[in-house]
């Protein structure tokens, strides 16, 4: 209770400072008490600074007001977001603003995780480098990707991008730079991202769905992002779903993902050559409307599938609002027609009308930011001392006691 409770707190001193005490009590329904007490604990651990206004040496008359502010400073966090063909990192302060983002081109498909966690240190450091700091002015890393994440080991139990299953991403990280790190699906990390700092910020309920190489699922509600056992990441290209022609059934991501779509084209080592550049969906367009009858029809298929997928979660869940975000978005009207369609036909009528479905297009550093976005989610609700966030030991030790800058 005492987590949430400074979670709470923090979050608000960052959504809404400079605040007064009375107005962080009005927003967070605790009492007076309570917040003085944290507050009190903030601002020796460094993490919260206090403003005076209308003090007296400033000819103001009266009792000088006391507002609260984040302390920048408090902490520093890289975010990276990695996705089969451009790894994009940011380092961002206590408040989540960017210091520094980066952006390098890749080429991963099924790598030993060796050379993944080289490429991601080989990154991290020049990121920071480019923030004007060092490995030791880091106090988490954060690094969101594609696949089956157990969050609270950060231990990739698949993903397209290693070659291993149950790959230990966390503890190579670990090893390889000595920083905290937590390990996130790509689509929990952007849907962090709008909920802090884009169009999903007045919610705090929804379900976003990301459309790139693989199809994500992240479901936030009650501004908590929903995790399975383990914190195992949902994964929605994983969905059973009738295959083409009501076909044998098959997973979503053979005929949703955006490979699965180039497959259908008479050119596909073409456009595979186009999506290593991150211009796949830009060129799967320009087929579309130049007759490729191949792209055409799977471009249908992977929209009708989808759209099927989101009247089973519209079913289950009921979510005011569906975000759709990813690259395979570029295809626009080409898929998002069928997508759409299909969604009206087979949501229940009297679901019909509960969620509302928004196309957002955020480019990689606002997932990267998302990213580090939990790392500091984490922090805010960590115990402090002087010497930094105390948090729980899991397993893989990324977060033992009293690890601090």
């Not at 498909?109 to 490429?119: A, F, G, K, T």
């Not at 390889?176 to 802090?196: C, F, H, K, M």
């Not at 990813?326 to 299909?342: R, Y």
């Amino acid at each position: 209770m005492r987590a949430i409770n400074r979670f709470h707190v923090l979050d608000t001193i960052r959504r809404h400072g400079p605040i007064a005490r009375v107005e962080i009590c009005e927003r967070t329904e605790l009492s007076a008490t309570t917040v003085s007490a944290i507050t009190a604990s903030l601002i020796d651990d460094g993490l919260v600074a206090p403003q005076h206004i209308g003090d007296l040496r400033n000819g103001g008359r009266g009792r000088p007001r006391v507002m609260l502010t984040l302390n920048p400073d408090a902490a520093c966090i890289v975010g990276v977001k990695i996705s089969p063909y451009r790894m994009h990192l940011v380092v961002t302060d206590f408040q989540g603003d960017v210091l520094s983002e980066l952006g390098l081109p890749v080429r991963l498909d099924r790598e030993p995780l060796i050379v993944l966690s080289y490429l991601i240190e080989d990154g991290v450091r020049s990121c920071v480098t480019k923030a004007g700091l060092t490995i030791e002015a880091i106090t988490s890393l954060s690094v969101a990707l594609p696949g089956v994440v157990e969050y609270g080991t950060g231990c990739v139990r698949a993903s397209a991008l290693i070659a291993e299953p149950d790959a230990q991403l966390a503890e190579a990280m670990v090893a390889r730079l000595g920083i905290p790190t937590i390990v996130e699906s790509d689509a929990n990390a952007v849907a962090q991202a709008e909920y802090w700092f884009g169009e999903a910020r007045a919610l705090e309920d929804f379900v976003l769905v990301s459309l790139e190489n693989s199809i994500g699922l992240a479901v936030m509600h009650e501004g908590q992002l929903f995790r399975g056992a383990l914190g195992l990441s949902p994964n929605l290209g994983d969905l059973i779903v009738s295959g083409p022609d009501r076909a044998a059934p098959v997973r979503l991501a053979t005929i949703a993902e955006q490979e699965a779509i180039i497959a259908g084209s008479e050119d596909v080592e073409s456009l595979r050559e186009s999506a290593r550049s991150g211009e796949a969906a830009q060129e799967i367009v320009k087929r579309i409307e130049g007759g490729d009858e191949g792209l055409i029809l799977s471009a249908t298929r992977a929209g009708k599938s989808l759209g099927l997928a989101l009247a089973n979660i519209v079913t289950m869940l009921a979510p005011p609002r569906i975000f759709l975000v990813g690259s395979s978005l570029a295809l626009g009207d080409h898929l998002l027609n069928d997508l759409i369609a299909t969604l009206a036909d087979a949501t229940p009528e009297p679901l019909a009308g509960v969620s509302e479905i928004v196309v957002s297009m955020p480019g990689d550093a606002a997932w990267a930011r998302g990213a580090a976005a939990l790392a500091l989610r984490e922090l805010y609700g960590a115990p402090w001392s002087t010497t930094g966030p105390a948090r729980h030991a899991y397993k893989n030790g990324i977060q033992g006691e009293n690890h601090g800058r």
